[in-house]
């Protein structure tokens, strides 16, 4: 941030002068230079500085925890005994108030000896209906293991038959082969070798048929094996629903249990332990005690007995305008200050953007009934801020640093598109002459306009009130230098 310049003046006959401090957030203060000149047209000066710029939106609301709770307890007796009071830090599940549970604990004894003697009654007839579980999972298991066994039967006569079938394929596919091959060898022999070939082709066609015949004789004892197996199978199955259906009849039995049981006195035991557990109240979440509605010896009247918040991380809820609320998004920076620390800023951060319209509480923008809302997180240092204190809070939008900048009233904008400054440059006779300067503005801030190029140079005095100036224009103004 550029260091601020007093500016020395001297006063014209029959001139006004005095120094005027103007500032923006973030900017660099100038000083303003101001005087009437012989024509009677006021003439403001302020100098072109190096600055920081932030141009953003302004918000108020007020510092916060990041989790407020009201703790309650349904307990209808007494405080016997309070252990915290406002200001004071709790941790979560810390003790802070203890509510006369004598009564209700006496109710409890006398209820829990009934269910106890109910339960043992109980746990005697189900360890019975459990062990005639056992007994039928056991004899299913029993049943099953022989069905298995004729079922594993079956499978291996069908196998070894299987494999005595497939081998008597092989040979009666190894005798076909051999008669057809003897057939077409007699086809074309000669009278010679005709008759030994026509023996061995009848002993192929024997031996052909007896494979055939026995191979034929293998499938059916095959298929025999498989009816044998899908017997053995259908048993197995009608064994297993018999079974299953004896240890399901017990297990029914023993669901049915809870059904039969009275539970009343149990649901009623368990409402006095939740009552009585309730006369012993704890902190709900790590905060302080910020608010406390509630003394010994006394029951409370309102259904808060006290206020927790959590200040691990402090919050500032602000309303937004309608036509802000485009221009704000979670992860934007924020400045924070409040009245108690004066000009201290504390680094924030946007955490939350609500867009939808809600009834406003307090606030200065809702002129219309309501407003759009934003949850500014303050980050870093925290020392001084408290719950409760107002803040106002700059939303950055966008900023720069160590740019070029001026006033940005001092910037006019011709009718051919051009903007332009003026300058007070100062003359050799004393005078000043405004000079006009060609300027491309960037940033804008509250106050200020960033120069990105022109004709202007830092400690260049532009002229505020360039409407009452014109290019060239020359006026008595005695002008003294800079003082560091």
Same mark, same amino acid.
């Given at each position: ?100 549970? #004598?009564?209700? +604990?006496?109710?409890? /004894?006398?209820?829990?000896? !009934?269910?106890? *003697? =109910?339960?043992?009654? $109980?746990? &005697? ?119 299953? #259906?004896?240890? +399901?009849?017990?297990? /029914?039995?023993?669901?049915? !249990?809870?059904? *039969? =049981?009275?539970?009343? $006195?149990? &649901? ?217």
């Amino acid at each position: 941030m550029a260091k601020a310049k007093k500016l020395a003046v001297g006063i014209a006959a029959g001139g006004v002068a005095a120094l005027i401090i103007v500032g923006a957030a973030g900017c660099a203060v100038s000083k303003i230079f101001s005087s009437v000149n012989d024509k009677g047209m006021g003439v403001e000066v302020s100098p072109a500085e190096m600055t920081d710029l932030i141009r953003g939106i302004n918000v108020s609301g007020t510092i916060n925890g990041v989790n407020t709770v009201k703790v309650t307890s349904s307990a209808a007796s007494k405080i016997e005994s309070l252990l915290v009071s406002p200001g004071d830090y709790v941790k979560k599940g810390d003790v802070l108030c203890i509510f006369d549970s #004598s009564s209700l +604990q006496d109710e409890y /004894d006398a209820l829990k000896q !009934e269910v106890d *003697n =109910a339960e043992e009654m $109980s746990k &005697k007839t189900h360890t019975i209906n459990v062990r005639n579980l056992n007994e039928a999972k056991t004899d299913r298991e029993t049943s099953l293991a022989q069905a298995q066994r004729a079922i594993d039967e079956a499978i291996a006569a069908r196998d070894k038959a299987s494999s005595r079938y497939n081998a008597m394929v092989e040979k009666y596919n190894a005798a076909a082969a051999r008669k057809d091959e003897l057939y077409n060898q007699l086809q074309y022999a000669d009278e010679e070798s005709a008759e030994s070939l026509g023996e061995l082709y009848q002993e192929a066609v024997s031996e052909f048929q007896s494979a055939e015949s026995e191979m034929t004789s293998l499938a059916d004892q095959l298929d025999s094996c498989e009816i044998a197996i899908q017997s053995a199978k259908d048993a197995y199955d009608s064994a297993k629903r018999s079974a299953d #259906s004896a240890v +399901q009849n017990m297990q /029914d039995v023993i669901d049915a !249990e809870k059904f *039969n =049981a009275d539970n009343t $006195s149990q &649901k009623q035991l368990n409402k006095l332990a939740e009552q009585i557990e309730e006369c012993t109240v704890k902190a709900p979440i790590d905060g302080m005690v910020t608010s406390l509605n509630a003394a010994e010896g006394s029951i409370p009247s309102s259904e808060a007995i006290m206020t927790i918040v959590d200040d691990s991380s402090l919050v500032i809820t602000a309303d937004i305008r309608e036509s802000d609320i485009l221009r704000i998004n979670d992860g934007m920076k924020a400045v924070v200050k409040t009245s108690a620390t004066g000009d201290e800023e504390f680094d924030g951060e946007v955490t939350k953007v609500v867009k939808i319209f809600q009834e406003s509480s307090d606030d200065s923008y809702s002129q219309t009934g309501g407003s759009y809302t934003a949850e500014i997180t303050v980050d870093g240092s925290r020392e001084n801020l408290f719950i409760g204190m107002k803040a106002s809070v700059q939303i950055i939008l966008e900023e720069k640093e160590n740019v070029l900048a001026v006033p940005y009233d001092s910037i006019v904008e011709k009718e051919d598109g051009k903007k332009i400054v003026y300058i007070s440059r100062p003359q050799d006779d004393g005078t000043f002459v405004a000079e006009e300067a060609v300027v491309e503005a960037g940033m804008e801030s509250d106050y200020l306009s960033e120069i990105v190029s022109s004709e202007v140079s830092e400690g260049d005095n532009i002229i505020l009130n360039p409407n009452s100036v014109s290019d060239g224009l020359q006026y008595n103004f005695e002008f003294g230098g800079f003082d560091e």
